[in-house]
């Protein structure tokens, strides 16, 4: 082998060996978020956003472990889950072999529920569904996983915190169907409140209302080819510009998180997994 080939070969084994390495680096990211109208008593509202778990045989255990010390570590008042607890069998690459040695995809439900379990946070841990839960043909199996470990679920239905703070869980877009009006009912558009929903679209329905969505499903794009636009994200996101980060849309605020675990290649590049942490100021 020539030395330019040597040198072309090394230039391409580091970038990909790196990739393997990135979905293990996860990163806390701090926010302060202000709503109009928040509620003085809920100043300084700490909430950390957990998404995309993916447990999956590309997603290991020990990442899963330490995304939910981590979480405890911020000491939250609110821990909100936004969607993809497991991976769909079908959703391994081929070129992983994955699909081969993969466990039934509800063992890694319940390992997922065991590590979900050990979450804390006194206003409670609430959580919405994503596409990749409907994999048993409804999200039904998923969502009593987590009631059992003390995780609310919510689906087109809201609630209050601490009897102010509307917080809103809407159905998955891509496998479900979202009621918006149903979820919000009982909410004015110009008061404050949270939004869950896994699929960043349905910020487009939003925007007279005074509220911050949180969302996931895109993984941030999990793999940024360098010197290009490249980023590999869900093709029901097209050609939106709400892959990851803060946009708004009207009033109302979102964040996209690049989420915990990875999808199709146990592998991210430039786009490391994220723990994202808002404070509320009112």
């Known amino acids: 082998m020539s030395l330019l080939s040597r040198a072309a070969a090394l230039t391409l084994a580091v970038p990909i060996a790196y990739s393997l390495v990135e979905p293990h680096y996860l990163r806390v990211r701090h926010f302060t978020v202000c709503l109009e109208g928040m509620p003085a008593a809920l100043d300084g ?12 045989a590309i ?3 020990a990442l899963i472990h330490h995304a939910v010390d981590l979480c405890n570590a911020q000491q939250p008042d609110l821990v909100v889950l936004t969607g993809d607890y497991v991976s769909r069998r079908n959703s391994y690459s081929q070129v992983t072999l994955a699909r081969r040695w993969a466990r039934p ?12 379990a050990r979450l804390k946070a006194p206003l409670g841990i609430f959580a919405v569904p994503g596409n990749h839960d409907y994999s048993m043909g409804s999200f039904e199996a998923v969502r009593q996983l987590l009631n ?20 809103v869980g809407l159905d998955d877009l891509r496998a479900s169907r979202p009621l918006l009006r149903q979820a919000c009912e009982g909410i004015a558009p110009d008061e404050p409140h949270i939004i869950l929903s896994h699929n960043p679209r349905l910020l487009q329905r939003v925007p007279d209302r005074n509220c911050l969505m949180l969302s996931g499903h895109t993984h941030g794009g999990q793999v940024h080819l360098p010197f290009t636009s490249f980023r590999k994200r869900p093709h029901d996101m097209g050609e939106t510009e709400w892959h990851q980060g803060w946009y708004r849309h009207g009033q109302a605020q979102m964040y996209v998180s690049a989420g915990v675990g990875s999808v199709h290649f146990p592998m991210r590049f430039r786009c490391p997994p994220e723990m994202p942490v808002f404070t509320f100021r009112a």
């Open 45 to 56: 509202l700490r909430v950390v956003q957990l998404s995309d778990l993916h447990f999956s």
């Open 105 to 116: 995809l509800m063992e890694y439900g319940e390992a997922m529920a065991e590590e979900v």
């Open 148 to 167: 059992g470990v003390g995780v609310k679920t919510l689906v087109n239905e809201s609630l209050r915190i601490e009897g102010s703070l509307p917080i």
């Open 59 to 61: 997603t290991s255990a």
